[in-house]
């Protein structure tokens, strides 16, 4: 690659927190006109790396080229100046602007007397939608729009700055299949107009779709840069984790299919959302939930867990008729659910580690009308221990843990109830291959137990990797009822949720 088709060029790349390095000598560089995909497993440095080339942290040593010449970046905003954009996994905009406010925050024009002009703005933001190919209204408020226009809006925030490099972190976690999809055409757009995209993703099929090439990071070093043609997937994820793993294959688990079931739905009606929708739940069976963005899988869970009133129908648990109007009457019931957003919902990112795991379980350490410490900290400590948590210590707060790390606490904190029946809505966005692997394996360990299991998925190979049955759902209502072994691939999958049936 000569120097005048290099878009960023970093060499040597270390940096250390507290004494500890997170970054060891690391080469990293991307070609103009390239889509290269960075992958690494939590912890491996690359959000440190992709840090210091935005401007957040600053390197200890090394040198960072863009286009060829050597530049210190010490600051988002010159960061920005050299023409680095990013997009984030958790979006950065702020609701009650419009689109255009959004995409000129903290670089707004101005007009007569220095104030802003937020018409300048709108014709601005429209001119970028246009190169982007793209509509989406300058005017709207984004509070009012589907996460697809969020994510487009935070691109051309990158782009009404004058990026030339997109650095996107995990940019499809929170968009439906088409719209991802709609997000791939842009990237070959922007690609073809010598725009330079690092893609951060945990996804290999998405990888494989439309990255060039691929660089592996682990424990802060820099594994390989290869062409995605010369490696297969496989050897991607045997790279990332540092061994193989069988977690996201198919085993058939056999559970007894003739005992009561645990869970029976029989006829739910609420909202818009879920309309008609029967169901059984087995003890030791992992049911998976397919379908598109709005197809009610989340809306069905949250009622359920008795967040969503139920409007007609009636729930069933070991074969007598319940009412469940709230959470607190679901978990009486023995149900758990790992909501779909583990930041927004599923935890108190200020509180620490230990907190977090013990909020559903505070009754399990009191101690007459005080709550016992001594109870508390042992109690947390065996669920971290039990469920494989990385944390230095539990007195952290759980934002600064990874992702996956996260979604763990989520998990063994639910568990810590020991709900007969457990429902899991996306229990794998935004994490590595190697604790997706963790994650599936603990969902059979549970199932192997004799607990019910509802999975939500948008990724069909997860649902294809775990599910025992798996229940189609469009427009609120069941539209096929398919046993794991009848479904021959991904594709087969896909089909029966788009509704076209050979």
């Given at each position: 690659?000569?120097a ?5 060029q970093?060499r040597?790349?270390?940096k ?15 070609a103009?006109?390239e889509?290269?995909?960075?992958v690494?497993g ?15 942290y600053?390197?200890?040593?090394g ?16 960061a ?19 689109v255009?406010?959004?995409i000129?925050?903290?670089?707004e ?25 793209v509509?989406?209204?300058p ?9 697809a ?11 009404g ?19 991802t ?7 070959g757009?922007l ?14 099929e998405?990888i494989y ?6 660089t ?12 995605l043609?010369?490696?297969t997937p496989?050897?991607i994820?045997e790279?990332?984790?540092g061994k ?14 003739e005992v ?7 006829n ?9 929708v029967s169901?059984?739940l087995?003890?030791g069976?992992?049911l ?12 069905l869970?949250r009622?359920?867990f ?11 648990l ?6 469940i109007a709230?959470p607190?009457d ?9 909501p779909?957003d583990?930041?927004a ?28 410490a001594?109870?508390?900290r ?8 039990r469920?494989a ?16 790390n996260?979604?763990?606490v ?20 935004g ?11 603990m ?7 004799g607990?019910g299991?509802?999975?939500i ?10 599910s ?11 539209t ?5 072994r ?7 999958l896909?089909?029966a949720v788009?509704?076209v049936h050979?």
């Amino acid at each position: 690659m000569t120097a005048s088709a290099t878009a960023v060029q970093m060499r040597g790349i270390h940096k250390a927190f507290d004494g500890t390095t997170v970054l060891d000598n690391v080469d990293f560089e991307v070609a103009q006109g390239e889509v290269h995909a960075l992958v690494g497993g939590n912890g491996a440095g690359k959000s440190t790396l992709m840090k210091i080339l935005q401007g957040v942290y600053s390197l200890d040593q090394g040198s960072i080229r863009i286009g060829g010449d050597e530049v210190r970046i010490g600051s988002i905003h010159e960061a920005r100046a050299a023409g680095i954009g990013m997009v984030f996994q958790e979006f950065s905009l702020v609701p009650s602007l419009t689109v255009a406010q959004n995409i000129f925050l903290g670089a707004e024009p101005l007009g007569r007397g220095g104030l802003i002009n937020d018409r300048e703005a709108v014709r601005r933001a429209a001119e970028v939608f246009a190169e982007m190919e793209v509509h989406v209204d300058p005017k709207a408020v984004v509070a009012d729009l589907g996460t697809a226009y969020w994510q487009l809006t935070e691109i051309a925030k990158a782009f009404g700055q004058g990026a030339r490099v997109l650095i996107m972190d995990e940019p499809t976690a929170s968009l439906a299949r088409h719209e991802t999809e709609a997000l791939f055409d842009l990237v070959g757009r922007l690609k073809a107009r010598g725009i330079s995209i690092i893609y951060i993703s945990h996804r290999m099929e998405e990888i494989y779709r439309i990255a060039d090439r691929i660089t592996i990071l682990r424990d802060g070093r820099r594994l390989l840069t290869e062409k995605l043609t010369d490696l297969t997937p496989e050897q991607i994820v045997e790279g990332v984790v540092g061994k193989k793993i069988e977690g996201l294959r198919y085993r058939d688990r056999g559970h007894d299919v003739e005992v009561a079931p645990l869970l029976e739905a029989r006829n739910l009606h609420a909202g818009e959302r879920v309309r008609d929708v029967s169901f059984s739940l087995r003890p030791g069976e992992i049911l998976g939930l397919a379908g598109l963005m709005g197809s009610g899988r989340t809306e069905l869970a949250r009622v359920l867990f008795g967040i969503d009133r139920l409007e007609s129908g009636e729930i069933q648990l070991h074969g007598k008729a319940v009412s469940i109007a709230s959470p607190q009457d679901a978990i009486a019931h023995g149900l758990a659910l790992i909501p779909e957003d583990r930041r927004a919902q599923g935890l108190v990112l200020e509180h620490s580690v230990r907190e977090n795991l013990l909020l559903p379980l505070l009754d399990r350490t009191r101690r007459g009308p005080l709550l016992n410490a001594t109870a508390g900290r042992k109690l947390s400590d065996s669920l971290i221990s039990r469920f494989a948590v990385k944390v230095a210590h539990p007195g952290r707060p759980v934002r600064l843990l990874s992702g996956g790390n996260q979604q763990k606490v989520v998990l063994a904190k639910w568990l810590g109830t020991e709900p007969d029946i457990l429902i899991l809505d996306e229990p794998t966005a935004g994490v590595d291959i190697g604790t997706k692997s963790e994650i599936l394996e603990m969902i059979r360990d549970l199932a192997d137990a004799g607990k019910g299991v509802i999975v939500i998925s948008s990724e069909y190979p997860e649902l294809l990797a775990v599910s025992d049955r798996i229940l189609v759902l469009r427009d609120g209502t069941v539209t096929d009822d398919l046993p794991r072994r009848g479904i021959a691939d991904e594709e087969s999958l896909q089909l029966a949720v788009q509704g076209v049936h050979s």
